[in-house]
Every structure is written in structure tokens, then in C-alpha cells.
Nanobody, 118 residues
Framework: QVQLVESGGGLVQAGGSLRLSCAAS????????MGWYRQGTGKQRELVAS???????NYAESVKGRFTISRDNAKNTVTLQMNSLKPEDTAVYYC????????????WGQGTQVTVSS
């Protein structure tokens, strides 16, 4: 199974930007959809952005227009550019394949903490 390692989180003021990266230990080319999830304290993990192998993107309403997901199948990476950050974006961010998540087959990495101060 592909192992995923997230990085790029940190502390930023509201209105700032961060770029998260997800590095896969193996090829992600065979995985049609990759996504970024987040889990705030006391909240359920939610899917905030996804991208197909061909580059089609979907976003949660709460991040639409502010976040951009991209993937590089040759480098086995998925990135999340986050702009205009808000305190409510504070969470641990993870990448994974939605097809594995919905079938309870996903192995989660450590995630990367994003903290947005007001």
C-alpha cells in the first residue's frame, strides 16, 4: 500500500497563505482520485479538495475560491495551495484516496498541522 507523508503546515495569520505537500512512497498514477482532508479539534475529518488523475477538481464550499489542489503523477505528489486563510481553517491536514477512505481501507499519515491566528 502507498504510504503518504504530509508537510508544509505551520502557524499563519488570517489572510495568509500556506502550501501543503503530500509525498507518496509509490506511484499514485493508478489512483484516480486523490484528496486533501482536514480534522479540526473535536470535529470529524472532512474532505476539502479532490483531484482526478486527469486533473478535474472538486472543493468543499468552505474552501472554494481560496484553495487549489494539484497533483504531479510523475513525482507522486499532491499539493494544496491555501490562500486567504481563516481561523476556521485551523486543523490537521491529511492526503489520501477517497476510494480507500469510503471503503475503510485507508492508512493515514501523521498529517500536518495548520494553525490560523486571528
Amino acid at each position: 500500500q502507498v504510504q503518504l507523508v504530509e508537510s508544509g503546515g505551520g502557524l499563519v495569520q488570517a489572510g495568509g497563505s500556506l502550501r501543503l505537500s503530500c509525498a507518496a512512497s509509490g506511484s499514485i498514477f493508478s489512483i484516480n482520485v486523490m484528496g486533501w482532508y482536514r480534522q479540526g479539534t473535536g470535529k470529524q475529518r472532512e474532505l476539502v479538495a479532490s483531484i482526478t488523475r486527469g486533473g478535474s477538481r472538486n472543493y468543499a464550499e468552505s474552501v472554494k475560491g481560496r484553495f487549489t489542489i494539484s497533483r504531479d503523477n510523475a513525482k507522486n505528489t499532491v499539493t494544496l495551495q491555501m490562500n486567504s486563510l481563516k481561523p476556521e481553517d485551523t486543523a490537521v491536514y491529511y492526503c489520501n484516496a477517497p476510494s480507500l477512505v469510503v471503503n475503510h481501507l485507508a492508512s493515514w499519515g501523521q498529517g500536518t498541522q495548520v494553525t490560523v491566528s486571528s
